[in-house]
Protein backbone atom coordinates (compact mmCIF):
# COMPACT_ATOMS: atom_id res chain seq x y z
CA UNK A 1 0.00 0.00 0.00
CA UNK A 2 1.52 3.12 -1.37
CA UNK A 3 1.67 6.23 1.31
CA UNK A 4 -0.08 9.47 1.35
CA UNK A 5 3.28 11.46 1.36
CA UNK A 6 5.94 9.49 -0.28
CA UNK A 7 4.18 7.11 -2.62
CA UNK A 8 6.18 4.40 -1.21
CA UNK A 9 5.46 1.48 0.64
CA UNK A 10 6.43 1.06 4.07
CA UNK A 11 9.17 -1.85 5.42
CA UNK A 12 8.64 -2.03 9.34
CA UNK A 13 12.27 -4.35 10.41
CA UNK A 14 11.72 -6.75 12.50
CA UNK A 15 14.22 -7.86 14.93
CA UNK A 16 14.56 -10.72 17.31
CA UNK A 17 12.11 -10.47 20.18
CA UNK A 18 14.27 -12.14 22.74
CA UNK A 19 16.97 -10.24 22.15
CA UNK A 20 15.09 -6.43 22.10
CA UNK A 21 13.03 -7.60 25.67
CA UNK A 22 16.49 -8.45 27.44
CA UNK A 23 18.72 -5.81 25.76
CA UNK A 24 15.54 -3.30 27.31
CA UNK A 25 16.07 -5.72 31.04
CA UNK A 26 18.98 -5.82 31.51
CA UNK A 27 20.68 -1.73 30.29
CA UNK A 28 17.09 0.33 31.13
CA UNK A 29 16.55 1.59 27.27
CA UNK A 30 13.20 1.78 25.70
CA UNK A 31 11.61 -1.15 24.06
CA UNK A 32 11.37 1.02 20.90
CA UNK A 33 15.29 2.24 21.10
CA UNK A 34 16.34 -1.10 21.94
CA UNK A 35 15.03 -2.28 18.94
CA UNK A 36 17.10 0.52 17.21
CA UNK A 37 20.47 -0.89 18.55
CA UNK A 38 19.45 -4.33 17.65
CA UNK A 39 18.86 -4.21 14.37
CA UNK A 40 22.28 -1.93 13.84
CA UNK A 41 23.98 -4.72 15.07
CA UNK A 42 24.29 -4.26 18.55
CA UNK A 43 22.75 -6.99 21.23
CA UNK A 44 25.06 -7.52 23.96
CA UNK A 45 24.08 -5.20 27.04
CA UNK A 46 27.64 -4.18 27.86
CA UNK A 47 28.00 -3.28 24.40
CA UNK A 48 24.84 -1.38 24.39
CA UNK A 49 25.70 0.62 27.31
CA UNK A 50 29.39 1.26 25.98
CA UNK A 51 27.52 2.81 22.60
CA UNK A 52 25.64 5.21 25.01
CA UNK A 53 28.89 6.47 26.70
CA UNK A 54 31.19 6.66 23.52
CA UNK A 55 35.13 7.75 25.35
CA UNK A 56 37.99 8.37 23.45
CA UNK A 57 39.92 5.66 25.88
CA UNK A 58 37.94 3.09 23.66
CA UNK A 59 39.30 4.57 20.32
CA UNK A 60 41.29 2.12 18.25
CA UNK A 61 45.20 1.58 19.05
CA UNK A 62 46.74 3.55 15.61
CA UNK A 63 49.86 1.38 16.24
CA UNK A 64 47.87 -1.62 14.86
CA UNK A 65 47.57 0.24 11.35
CA UNK A 66 49.97 -1.39 8.70
CA UNK A 67 53.12 0.74 8.21
CA UNK A 68 52.69 3.07 11.08
CA UNK A 69 56.37 2.03 12.63
CA UNK A 70 57.07 2.77 9.10
CA UNK A 71 55.75 6.13 9.03
CA UNK A 72 56.70 7.37 12.85
CA UNK A 73 60.32 6.75 12.02
CA UNK A 74 60.74 8.43 9.42
CA UNK A 75 58.66 11.34 10.32
CA UNK A 76 61.03 10.91 14.13
CA UNK A 77 64.36 11.22 11.66
CA UNK A 78 62.95 14.04 9.62
CA UNK A 79 62.08 16.11 13.16
CA UNK A 80 65.62 15.07 15.27
CA UNK A 81 67.13 16.43 11.80
CA UNK A 82 65.17 19.87 11.34
CA UNK A 83 63.50 18.81 8.21
CA UNK A 84 60.87 20.74 6.77
CA UNK A 85 57.78 18.05 6.28
CA UNK A 86 55.56 19.10 3.22
CA UNK A 87 51.80 18.55 4.05
CA UNK A 88 49.37 17.79 0.52
CA UNK A 89 45.39 17.83 1.40
CA UNK A 90 42.59 17.68 -0.55
CA UNK A 91 40.32 20.91 -1.18
CA UNK A 92 37.16 19.28 0.39
CA UNK A 93 36.36 20.07 3.82
CA UNK A 94 38.06 16.22 4.97
CA UNK A 95 40.81 17.16 3.09
CA UNK A 96 40.81 20.83 4.49
CA UNK A 97 40.29 19.49 8.44
CA UNK A 98 42.88 16.87 7.61
CA UNK A 99 45.29 19.25 6.48
CA UNK A 100 44.71 21.64 9.00
CA UNK A 101 45.35 19.09 11.69
CA UNK A 102 48.37 18.06 11.18
CA UNK A 103 49.83 22.09 10.29
CA UNK A 104 48.37 22.77 14.01
CA UNK A 105 50.16 19.63 16.01
CA UNK A 106 54.01 19.94 13.96
CA UNK A 107 53.25 23.99 14.42
CA UNK A 108 52.62 23.28 18.21
CA UNK A 109 55.70 20.51 18.83
CA UNK A 110 58.12 23.38 16.76
CA UNK A 111 57.93 21.02 13.47
CA UNK A 112 58.95 23.37 10.50
CA UNK A 113 55.93 22.64 7.66
CA UNK A 114 54.99 23.74 4.42
CA UNK A 115 51.15 23.01 2.93
CA UNK A 116 49.96 22.54 -0.39
CA UNK A 117 46.35 22.19 -1.09
CA UNK A 118 45.41 21.77 -5.34
CA UNK A 119 42.89 23.73 -6.64
CA UNK A 120 40.23 21.58 -7.66
CA UNK A 121 39.50 23.04 -11.55
CA UNK A 122 43.78 23.38 -11.94
CA UNK A 123 44.96 20.98 -10.56
CA UNK A 124 42.26 18.08 -10.07
CA UNK A 125 42.00 15.93 -7.57
CA UNK A 126 45.10 13.84 -5.48
CA UNK A 127 48.87 14.10 -5.61
CA UNK A 128 50.22 15.96 -8.31
CA UNK A 129 53.32 16.69 -9.89
CA UNK A 130 53.02 20.63 -9.25
CA UNK A 131 52.55 20.24 -5.69
CA UNK A 132 54.90 18.06 -5.00
CA UNK A 133 57.52 20.62 -7.04
CA UNK A 134 56.40 23.55 -4.91
CA UNK A 135 57.01 21.75 -1.50
CA UNK A 136 60.26 20.49 -3.31
CA UNK A 137 61.28 24.55 -4.33
CA UNK A 138 60.17 25.13 -0.15
CA UNK A 139 62.15 22.64 1.40
CA UNK A 140 60.50 19.98 2.21
CA UNK A 141 62.37 16.53 1.71
CA UNK A 142 58.98 15.07 3.10
CA UNK A 143 55.87 14.84 2.37
CA UNK A 144 53.05 13.97 4.13
CA UNK A 145 49.25 13.27 2.13
CA UNK A 146 46.45 13.38 3.97
CA UNK A 147 42.86 11.94 2.21
CA UNK A 148 44.64 11.26 -0.69
CA UNK A 149 47.47 9.59 -2.50
CA UNK A 150 45.99 5.73 -2.30
CA UNK A 151 46.67 5.15 -5.96
CA UNK A 152 49.11 8.00 -6.69
CA UNK A 153 51.51 5.70 -7.92
CA UNK A 154 53.34 7.39 -10.72
CA UNK A 155 53.26 10.62 -8.41
CA UNK A 156 55.10 8.78 -5.94
CA UNK A 157 57.92 7.46 -7.98
CA UNK A 158 58.20 11.33 -9.27
CA UNK A 159 58.66 12.57 -6.14
CA UNK A 160 61.23 10.15 -5.16
CA UNK A 161 63.10 10.64 -8.34
CA UNK A 162 63.13 14.64 -6.70
CA UNK A 163 64.56 12.90 -3.39
CA UNK A 164 61.58 13.70 -1.62
CA UNK A 165 60.60 10.68 0.31
CA UNK A 166 56.26 10.21 0.58
CA UNK A 167 53.99 9.21 3.37
CA UNK A 168 50.61 8.28 2.28
CA UNK A 169 47.51 8.85 4.77
CA UNK A 170 44.24 8.31 2.62
CA UNK A 171 41.04 6.47 3.38
CA UNK A 172 39.81 5.74 -0.25
CA UNK A 173 40.11 2.09 -2.02
CA UNK A 174 43.04 1.03 -3.02
CA UNK A 175 44.10 -0.44 -6.48
CA UNK A 176 45.83 -3.57 -7.22
CA UNK A 177 49.25 -2.06 -6.32
CA UNK A 178 50.19 0.30 -3.82
CA UNK A 179 52.82 3.63 -4.05
CA UNK A 180 56.09 2.63 -3.23
CA UNK A 181 56.35 5.50 -0.30
CA UNK A 182 57.83 4.96 2.58
CA UNK A 183 54.40 4.26 4.50
CA UNK A 184 50.84 3.64 3.37
CA UNK A 185 48.35 4.38 6.36
CA UNK A 186 44.85 3.37 4.45
CA UNK A 187 42.75 1.31 6.96
CA UNK A 188 41.04 -0.26 3.60
CA UNK A 189 44.67 -2.06 3.06
CA UNK A 190 43.93 -5.96 2.32
CA UNK A 191 46.47 -6.25 4.78
CA UNK A 192 46.27 -3.41 7.42
CA UNK A 193 44.51 -4.93 10.96
CA UNK A 194 43.08 -1.07 12.22
CA UNK A 195 39.91 -2.99 13.33
CA UNK A 196 37.54 0.26 12.26
CA UNK A 197 37.86 0.37 8.20
CA UNK A 198 35.60 3.52 7.91
CA UNK A 199 37.78 6.76 8.96
CA UNK A 200 37.48 9.95 7.28
CA UNK A 201 40.64 11.00 5.91
CA UNK A 202 40.99 13.50 8.90
CA UNK A 203 40.74 10.01 11.03
CA UNK A 204 43.77 8.27 9.70
CA UNK A 205 45.12 11.71 10.26
CA UNK A 206 44.48 11.99 13.97
CA UNK A 207 45.48 8.21 13.85
CA UNK A 208 49.10 9.48 13.04
CA UNK A 209 49.12 11.93 15.63
CA UNK A 210 48.38 10.25 18.28
CA UNK A 211 50.53 7.56 17.73
CA UNK A 212 53.39 10.40 16.96
CA UNK A 213 52.99 11.88 20.38
CA UNK A 214 52.72 8.36 22.26
CA UNK A 215 56.45 8.04 20.61
CA UNK A 216 57.82 10.97 21.17
CA UNK A 217 56.32 11.08 24.60
CA UNK A 218 57.75 7.91 25.71
CA UNK A 219 61.48 9.17 23.96
CA UNK A 220 61.32 12.07 26.48
CA UNK A 221 60.30 14.95 23.70
CA UNK A 222 58.19 17.21 25.37
CA UNK A 223 59.45 19.20 27.90
CA UNK A 224 58.41 22.57 29.88
CA UNK A 225 58.98 24.08 27.35
CA UNK A 226 57.54 22.00 24.69
CA UNK A 227 54.47 20.48 26.54
CA UNK A 228 52.80 17.66 25.11
CA UNK A 229 49.98 19.32 22.94
CA UNK A 230 46.33 17.97 24.47
CA UNK A 231 44.72 15.92 21.24
CA UNK A 232 41.28 16.58 22.27
CA UNK A 233 41.39 20.34 21.38
CA UNK A 234 41.53 19.17 17.70
CA UNK A 235 38.72 16.98 17.43
CA UNK A 236 36.08 20.03 16.67
CA UNK A 237 38.21 19.82 13.54
CA UNK A 238 38.16 16.23 13.48
CA UNK A 239 34.54 15.37 14.10
CA UNK A 240 33.85 18.81 11.18
CA UNK A 241 36.12 16.79 8.71
CA UNK A 242 34.46 13.29 9.19
CA UNK A 243 30.69 14.28 9.14
CA UNK A 244 31.21 16.32 5.83
CA UNK A 245 32.47 13.15 4.09
CA UNK A 246 29.73 11.71 4.83
CA UNK A 247 31.05 8.35 6.43
CA UNK A 248 29.33 5.81 8.74
CA UNK A 249 28.94 7.56 12.32
CA UNK A 250 29.90 3.91 14.64
CA UNK A 251 33.27 2.60 16.07
CA UNK A 252 36.00 5.53 16.26
CA UNK A 253 33.93 7.54 14.08
CA UNK A 254 31.15 8.06 16.74
CA UNK A 255 33.69 8.47 19.41
CA UNK A 256 35.65 11.13 17.62
CA UNK A 257 32.44 12.92 16.59
CA UNK A 258 31.10 12.69 20.08
CA UNK A 259 33.98 14.76 21.81
CA UNK A 260 34.61 16.91 18.83
CA UNK A 261 30.95 18.00 19.24
CA UNK A 262 31.58 18.83 22.77
CA UNK A 263 34.85 21.24 21.54
CA UNK A 264 32.82 23.15 18.72
CA UNK A 265 30.21 23.55 21.05
CA UNK A 266 32.45 25.49 23.71
CA UNK A 267 33.93 27.04 20.32
CA UNK A 268 37.01 28.25 21.34
CA UNK A 269 38.74 28.12 18.15
CA UNK A 270 38.24 31.30 16.31
CA UNK A 271 38.09 29.55 12.71
CA UNK A 272 35.03 27.52 14.28
CA UNK A 273 33.86 30.43 16.43
CA UNK A 274 33.67 33.01 13.33
CA UNK A 275 32.30 29.73 11.59
CA UNK A 276 29.56 29.27 13.56
CA UNK A 277 28.43 32.74 13.79
CA UNK A 278 27.74 33.23 9.88
CA UNK A 279 26.48 30.12 9.77
CA UNK A 280 23.59 30.92 12.58
CA UNK A 281 24.66 28.19 15.11
CA UNK A 282 24.58 28.68 18.53
CA UNK A 283 23.78 26.55 21.68
CA UNK A 284 24.63 22.70 21.71
CA UNK A 285 26.99 22.15 18.12
CA UNK A 286 25.50 19.22 16.68
CA UNK A 287 26.01 16.83 13.77
CA UNK A 288 23.39 18.09 11.66
CA UNK A 289 24.75 21.34 12.21
CA UNK A 290 28.35 20.25 10.84
CA UNK A 291 26.60 18.95 8.08
CA UNK A 292 24.40 21.27 6.73
CA UNK A 293 25.71 24.37 8.24
CA UNK A 294 29.78 24.47 8.57
CA UNK A 295 30.82 21.26 6.50
CA UNK A 296 28.73 22.75 2.95
CA UNK A 297 30.65 26.07 3.64
CA UNK A 298 34.26 24.87 4.46
CA UNK A 299 33.85 23.07 1.11
CA UNK A 300 32.55 26.02 -0.68
CA UNK A 301 36.00 27.61 -0.44
CA UNK A 302 37.44 24.37 -2.92
CA UNK A 303 33.89 24.38 -5.11
CA UNK A 304 34.11 27.86 -6.38
CA UNK A 305 37.78 29.22 -5.62
CA UNK A 306 40.32 28.21 -3.22
CA UNK A 307 40.08 25.98 -0.82
CA UNK A 308 43.34 27.98 1.26
CA UNK A 309 40.84 29.98 2.41
CA UNK A 310 39.08 27.52 4.46
CA UNK A 311 42.65 26.16 5.65
CA UNK A 312 43.33 29.88 7.18
CA UNK A 313 40.12 29.99 8.97
CA UNK A 314 40.83 26.67 10.51
CA UNK A 315 44.39 27.51 11.46
CA UNK A 316 43.98 31.45 12.79
CA UNK A 317 44.30 32.47 15.71
CA UNK A 318 43.11 35.38 15.25
CA UNK A 319 39.49 36.81 15.83
CA UNK A 320 39.56 39.49 13.22
CA UNK A 321 40.78 37.21 10.26
CA UNK A 322 38.44 34.25 11.40
CA UNK A 323 35.60 36.37 10.65
CA UNK A 324 36.77 37.88 7.80
CA UNK A 325 37.88 34.85 6.19
CA UNK A 326 34.23 32.88 7.22
CA UNK A 327 32.70 35.54 5.35
CA UNK A 328 34.55 34.95 2.16
CA UNK A 329 33.02 31.40 2.89
CA UNK A 330 29.66 32.55 3.38
CA UNK A 331 29.82 34.51 -0.12
CA UNK A 332 31.36 31.54 -1.72
CA UNK A 333 28.61 29.41 -0.19
CA UNK A 334 25.77 31.90 -1.64
CA UNK A 335 27.26 31.67 -4.50
CA UNK A 336 27.39 27.85 -4.92
CA UNK A 337 23.88 27.77 -3.76
CA UNK A 338 23.04 29.76 -6.54
CA UNK A 339 24.88 27.33 -9.28
CA UNK A 340 23.46 24.29 -7.54
CA UNK A 341 19.84 25.60 -8.18
CA UNK A 342 20.75 25.85 -12.17
CA UNK A 343 22.49 22.68 -12.77
CA UNK A 344 20.00 21.13 -10.63
CA UNK A 345 17.40 22.07 -12.88
CA UNK A 346 19.15 21.43 -15.67
CA UNK A 347 19.83 17.72 -14.65
CA UNK A 348 16.46 17.32 -13.84
CA UNK A 349 15.24 18.04 -17.21
CA UNK A 350 17.72 15.76 -18.83
CA UNK A 351 16.40 12.97 -15.68
CA UNK A 352 12.80 13.49 -17.24
CA UNK A 353 13.95 13.41 -21.12
CA UNK A 354 16.03 10.13 -20.17
CA UNK A 355 12.87 8.47 -18.30
CA UNK A 356 13.26 5.16 -16.30
CA UNK A 357 17.01 4.12 -15.87
CA UNK A 358 19.07 1.90 -13.79
CA UNK A 359 21.58 4.41 -13.33
CA UNK A 360 21.82 7.99 -15.16
CA UNK A 361 25.29 9.88 -16.27
CA UNK A 362 24.35 13.22 -16.89
CA UNK A 363 26.83 15.78 -18.94
CA UNK A 364 27.37 19.11 -19.36
CA UNK A 365 29.70 21.73 -20.35
CA UNK A 366 27.59 24.30 -18.67
CA UNK A 367 28.24 22.44 -15.32
CA UNK A 368 31.58 23.72 -12.92
CA UNK A 369 33.09 20.69 -11.29
CA UNK A 370 32.86 21.59 -7.91
CA UNK A 371 29.49 21.49 -7.89
CA UNK A 372 28.12 18.39 -9.88
CA UNK A 373 28.90 16.39 -6.61
CA UNK A 374 26.42 17.82 -4.18
CA UNK A 375 23.32 17.93 -7.42
CA UNK A 376 24.19 14.22 -8.10
CA UNK A 377 23.26 13.44 -4.36
CA UNK A 378 19.74 15.40 -4.68
CA UNK A 379 19.34 13.38 -7.54
CA UNK A 380 20.15 10.17 -6.28
CA UNK A 381 17.63 10.84 -3.45
CA UNK A 382 14.85 11.57 -6.30
CA UNK A 383 15.38 8.84 -8.16
CA UNK A 384 16.86 6.00 -5.86
CA UNK A 385 19.28 4.91 -8.33
CA UNK A 386 22.99 5.53 -9.20
CA UNK A 387 24.01 9.05 -10.35
CA UNK A 388 27.43 10.42 -12.32
CA UNK A 389 27.29 14.38 -13.57
CA UNK A 390 29.74 15.27 -15.45
CA UNK A 391 31.59 18.32 -16.24
CA UNK A 392 32.68 19.10 -19.51
CA UNK A 393 35.87 20.60 -21.06
CA UNK A 394 36.81 20.31 -24.31
CA UNK A 395 37.69 16.31 -25.13
CA UNK A 396 37.78 15.86 -21.37
CA UNK A 397 34.85 14.94 -18.44
CA UNK A 398 35.06 15.49 -15.10
CA UNK A 399 32.35 14.33 -12.69
CA UNK A 400 31.12 13.18 -9.29
CA UNK A 401 28.95 9.97 -8.68
CA UNK A 402 26.46 9.15 -5.44
CA UNK A 403 24.79 6.19 -4.81
CA UNK A 404 22.13 4.32 -2.57
CA UNK A 405 23.17 2.58 0.55
CA UNK A 406 21.96 -0.32 -1.30
CA UNK A 407 24.48 -0.84 -3.93
CA UNK A 408 28.84 0.21 -3.72
CA UNK A 409 29.27 3.11 -6.42
CA UNK A 410 33.16 2.17 -6.25
CA UNK A 411 32.55 -1.39 -7.01
CA UNK A 412 29.77 -0.19 -9.88
CA UNK A 413 32.40 2.08 -11.15
CA UNK A 414 35.25 -0.41 -11.09
CA UNK A 415 33.32 -2.78 -13.81
CA UNK A 416 33.24 -0.09 -15.77
CA UNK A 417 37.14 1.05 -15.58
CA UNK A 418 37.71 0.60 -19.47
CA UNK A 419 35.67 4.00 -20.28
CA UNK A 420 37.58 5.70 -17.19
CA UNK A 421 40.98 7.35 -17.64
CA UNK A 422 40.91 7.42 -13.73
CA UNK A 423 38.34 7.30 -10.55
CA UNK A 424 38.37 6.96 -6.80
CA UNK A 425 36.47 7.20 -4.12
CA UNK A 426 34.28 4.61 -2.04
CA UNK A 427 30.79 3.39 -1.57
CA UNK A 428 28.90 6.08 -1.57
CA UNK A 429 30.48 8.37 -3.76
CA UNK A 430 33.37 8.85 -6.22
CA UNK A 431 34.66 11.00 -8.32
CA UNK A 432 36.16 9.92 -12.25
CA UNK A 433 37.47 11.32 -15.52
CA UNK A 434 37.14 10.38 -18.38
CA UNK A 435 37.17 10.93 -22.64
CA UNK A 436 33.89 12.51 -23.72
CA UNK A 437 33.82 10.57 -26.55
CA UNK A 438 33.45 7.25 -23.58
CA UNK A 439 30.43 8.75 -22.05
CA UNK A 440 27.86 7.58 -23.90
CA UNK A 441 29.22 3.73 -23.63
CA UNK A 442 29.87 4.59 -19.46
CA UNK A 443 26.16 5.14 -19.36
CA UNK A 444 25.48 2.16 -20.80
CA UNK A 445 27.76 -0.24 -18.90
CA UNK A 446 27.36 1.74 -15.47
CA UNK A 447 23.34 0.82 -16.33
CA UNK A 448 23.88 -2.93 -16.91
CA UNK A 449 26.23 -3.18 -13.92
CA UNK A 450 23.97 -1.35 -11.93
CA UNK A 451 20.67 -3.22 -13.25
CA UNK A 452 22.29 -6.62 -12.28
CA UNK A 453 23.31 -5.44 -8.60
CA UNK A 454 19.71 -3.91 -8.47
CA UNK A 455 18.89 -7.83 -8.90
CA UNK A 456 20.76 -9.34 -6.77
CA UNK A 457 20.31 -7.10 -3.64
CA UNK A 458 16.35 -7.00 -4.51
CA UNK A 459 16.65 -3.29 -3.75
CA UNK A 460 13.09 -1.36 -4.25
CA UNK A 461 13.03 2.09 -3.05
CA UNK A 462 11.24 1.99 -0.30
CA UNK A 463 10.67 3.63 3.58
CA UNK A 464 12.39 1.53 6.46
CA UNK A 465 11.02 1.71 9.80
CA UNK A 466 12.44 0.55 12.71
CA UNK A 467 10.07 -0.22 14.51
CA UNK A 468 5.96 0.47 15.73
CA UNK A 469 5.76 2.49 18.90
CA UNK A 470 2.91 3.86 20.95
CA UNK A 471 2.77 7.81 22.08
CA UNK A 472 3.09 5.82 25.97
CA UNK A 473 5.86 5.22 25.15
CA UNK A 474 7.26 8.32 23.32
CA UNK A 475 6.88 10.57 26.67
CA UNK A 476 7.82 8.37 29.05
CA UNK A 477 11.07 10.41 30.37
CA UNK A 478 13.61 7.66 30.23
CA UNK A 479 12.72 7.31 26.05
CA UNK A 480 14.24 11.02 25.36
CA UNK A 481 16.58 10.34 27.98
CA UNK A 482 18.45 7.54 26.01
CA UNK A 483 17.24 9.06 22.70
CA UNK A 484 20.07 11.71 23.46
CA UNK A 485 23.08 9.12 24.12
CA UNK A 486 22.21 7.31 20.93
CA UNK A 487 23.17 10.45 19.20
CA UNK A 488 24.99 11.90 16.93
CA UNK A 489 23.11 10.26 14.10
CA UNK A 490 24.64 10.87 10.30
CA UNK A 491 25.56 8.50 7.57
CA UNK A 492 25.72 4.78 7.91
CA UNK A 493 24.02 5.15 11.57
CA UNK A 494 20.72 7.01 10.67
CA UNK A 495 18.65 8.30 13.03
CA UNK A 496 15.64 6.03 14.47
CA UNK A 497 12.05 6.00 12.09
CA UNK A 498 9.48 4.95 13.90
CA UNK A 499 5.56 4.13 12.70
CA UNK A 500 3.64 5.58 15.19
CA UNK A 501 0.04 3.88 15.87
CA UNK A 502 -3.28 4.50 18.07
CA UNK A 503 -3.20 8.18 19.08
CA UNK A 504 -6.15 10.75 19.76
CA UNK A 505 -5.58 14.63 18.26
CA UNK A 506 -5.65 17.00 20.43
CA UNK A 507 -4.64 19.96 18.06
CA UNK A 508 -4.07 20.75 14.78
CA UNK A 509 -2.58 24.17 13.36
CA UNK A 510 -0.40 25.17 10.22
CA UNK A 511 2.03 27.55 11.68
CA UNK A 512 5.26 29.78 9.54
CA UNK A 513 5.42 29.15 5.73
CA UNK A 514 3.13 26.48 4.99
CA UNK A 515 4.22 24.15 8.39
CA UNK A 516 2.37 21.69 9.84
CA UNK A 517 2.23 21.21 13.42
CA UNK A 518 -0.05 17.65 15.26
CA UNK A 519 -0.38 17.50 19.41
CA UNK A 520 -0.99 13.34 19.76
CA UNK A 521 -2.12 12.06 22.68
CA UNK A 522 -2.81 8.24 23.44
CA UNK A 523 -6.71 7.09 23.09
CA UNK A 524 -6.77 6.21 26.49
CA UNK A 525 -5.72 8.98 27.72
CA UNK A 526 -7.47 10.76 31.04
CA UNK A 527 -9.55 7.84 30.93
CA UNK A 528 -11.10 6.92 34.43
CA UNK A 529 -12.08 3.16 33.65
CA UNK A 530 -8.40 2.21 33.44
CA UNK A 531 -7.80 4.87 36.56
CA UNK A 532 -4.50 5.44 34.63
CA UNK A 533 -3.22 9.26 35.38
CA UNK A 534 -3.22 11.48 32.59
CA UNK A 535 0.22 11.43 29.80
CA UNK A 536 1.36 14.50 28.34
CA UNK A 537 1.16 14.34 24.79
CA UNK A 538 3.57 14.72 21.93
CA UNK A 539 4.25 17.14 19.04
CA UNK A 540 5.15 16.23 15.67
CA UNK A 541 5.74 18.65 13.21
CA UNK A 542 5.29 18.32 8.94
CA UNK A 543 8.12 20.75 7.07
CA UNK A 544 6.43 21.88 4.53
CA UNK A 545 3.15 19.80 4.75
CA UNK A 546 1.06 22.56 5.86
CA UNK A 547 -1.38 21.58 3.20
CA UNK A 548 -2.10 17.94 5.08
CA UNK A 549 -4.24 19.87 8.07
CA UNK A 550 -7.09 18.29 7.12
CA UNK A 551 -6.38 14.91 6.89
CA UNK A 552 -7.93 12.29 8.97
CA UNK A 553 -5.17 12.03 11.23
CA UNK A 554 -6.88 9.92 13.68
CA UNK A 555 -7.31 7.25 10.75
CA UNK A 556 -3.90 7.09 9.92
CA UNK A 557 -0.30 5.49 11.14
CA UNK A 558 2.90 8.40 10.68
CA UNK A 559 6.02 7.84 10.16
CA UNK A 560 8.27 9.57 12.05
CA UNK A 561 11.71 10.69 13.53
CA UNK A 562 11.96 11.81 17.20
CA UNK A 563 14.07 14.65 17.99
CA UNK A 564 15.11 17.07 21.05
CA UNK A 565 13.61 20.55 20.21
CA UNK A 566 15.29 22.88 22.79
CA UNK A 567 13.34 26.16 23.41
CA UNK A 568 13.79 28.49 26.09
CA UNK A 569 16.47 26.09 27.85
CA UNK A 570 14.26 23.41 27.78
CA UNK A 571 14.25 20.40 25.76
CA UNK A 572 11.86 18.48 24.70
CA UNK A 573 11.20 15.53 23.01
CA UNK A 574 10.03 16.85 19.19
CA UNK A 575 8.85 14.54 16.09
CA UNK A 576 9.16 15.02 12.78
CA UNK A 577 6.51 13.85 10.28
CA UNK A 578 8.20 11.70 7.11
CA UNK A 579 5.57 10.17 5.51
CA UNK A 580 1.75 8.81 6.61
CA UNK A 581 -0.62 5.98 5.48
CA UNK A 582 -3.85 4.73 6.42
CA UNK A 583 -4.02 2.70 9.23
CA UNK A 584 -3.68 -1.27 8.58
CA UNK A 585 -5.75 -3.51 10.51
Excluded at 102 to 118: C, D, M, R, S
Excluded at 213 to 232: M, S, Y
Excluded at 262 to 284: C, D, F, H, N, Y
Amino acid sequence: MSSLLLKQRWKVATADNDIVTGLARETGIPEGLATFLVLRGITDPDQALEHLTPRLSQLSDPFVMADMDSALERIRAAISAGEKIGIFGDYDADGVTASALLYLFFQEIGVKTEVYTPHRENDGYGLNRTGIDRLGKQGCSLIITVDCGITALEEVKYAREQGIDVIITDHHEPGSCLPEAVAVLDPKRGDCAFPFKHLAGVGVAFCLVRALRTLLHREGFFTDETPAPNLKKYLDIVALGTVSDVVPLLGDNRILVSSGLEVATVGARPGISALKSVSSVSGTVSSMHLAFRLGPRINAAGRMDHAGTAFRLLVTDDEKEAMARARELEAFNTQRQAEERLILRDALAMVQDMGSQDAYVLASDKWRKGVVGIVASRIMEKVARPVVLLSVDGDEAVGSGRAPEELDLYSLLSGCRECLERFGGHRAAAGMKLSVSNISRFQQMLAEISSAKVREVGFVPSLSLDARVTVEQLVHPSFAETYQQLEPFGPGYRAPLFALHGFRVRHVRTMGKGHLKVILEPVNNGSSSNHMPSVSGVEIVGWGHGDKADLPWEELEVACEPGINVWNGRRTLQLKLKDARKLES
